[in-house]
């Protein structure tokens, strides 16, 4: 498992070189602003009943079966795509055919690939997880290198990093979809009553994505607003290699803590188990934060490019903003594995007036620093609000 963590992350790497040196910032850009559409929809309608199949793989599902769920699911996705696809034609203006059936193929494949590694994850099968997510990463960047380096051009940079995505789950799932128990009914329950169950769980979680996407997402939008595409391009790029620090090392421990976190075990257990794996996850991360803050300039011209140097200067800060995010995630499976999500809700709702607010005061100020220290901000009240729910919780 820590070596398929390892290897996604070089795989993610030289991801980042690649387009640094064959996308230009301004494109770069475009894509940044349409995923960043993508993750809203797909967070506000389709995260939620993966989340809830995930609650419920050793609970709930085995005793009512799969059919609800899939039920449930496939509406999901059907109505995510018409919403995503007409937003994408009518409010963007992008008419454009292939990008349709690419995100009408990419919705529902993403969908079964992220419930096939929860169904991995909380059974306890990590070699399966750790394989089916170096195969999704090592097959999305052998397609994005031939297309780069044979000079194809039969779609333009932008729809080539969304057919990335595609080749990658489309992939994965071949080889381990079969492995994905799809359980009988044993006791019946009627779908309205299902649906009421499940929408208890959701609803907090629809409302809180809105929030947990401007934690994520509104700066880009901020900076294309008050700068330009390309420093939106600058800022992505230089955004996404400070991540990949802590976002590449964080599953890690994530995945060791979700079958414990998600079993019967006493509320004490788990919250104990889940501060020990705190302590551990900050032990390993400052002497990393210490490097990056020292060789950000460096790191910044061997994994992007000359082309992205203005971003540079960000690079520390947000590796500070997601250590303190992927800290937050650790005590956040708590309140998923109870099903407390409002307390998540909460939190999200915080961070995001704040970040929104501190992203309008700093970016016509600092440009491109002033995102990254909104960012910074927010999710350290992120952190905050959930760690007092964290330390005050008991059933």
Known sequence: MVFSQLLNTII?????????????????GVFSIQMATYTFFFTLLIDPITLFIKASNNTLLPKIGSRSFMLTTIIMVVTTMILFISFLNFYLNIYSISLNIIFMVLFPFSTLSIILLNYFNTSNKLIDFSKLSVLKAL?????ITLFFVLGLNFVDNVQVLWLMQIIGVLVGLIFFLPKYRVYRTKFKIAYQTFIKKYMRFAGPLMFMAIWAWCNNYFDKYAIEYFLTMEDVGNYNAS?????KFFLFLSPLFMILLTPMVYS?????VKKHTIQKYSLY??????????AIYYLKDFIGSILLSENYKAGFSIIFWIALAFFIYTLTKLFELLFYAEQRTKVIMTGNIISAILNIFLNVLLIPIWGLLGAAL??????TAYLGVIYYNFKNYKV
């Open 374 to 379: 909104a960012t910074c901000i927010g999710f």
């Open 264 to 268: 019967v075990s006493h509320l004490n």
């Open 281 to 290: 996850y900050l032990i390993f991360a400052i002497p990393i934060l210490v």
């Open 12 to 28: 993610a790497v030289i991801y980042g070189k690649l387009v640094a040196v064959y996308v230009l910032p301004e494109d770069f």
């Open 139 to 143: 097959s999305g960047l052998i397609f």
């Open 239 to 243: 955004y996404s290699v400070g991540s």
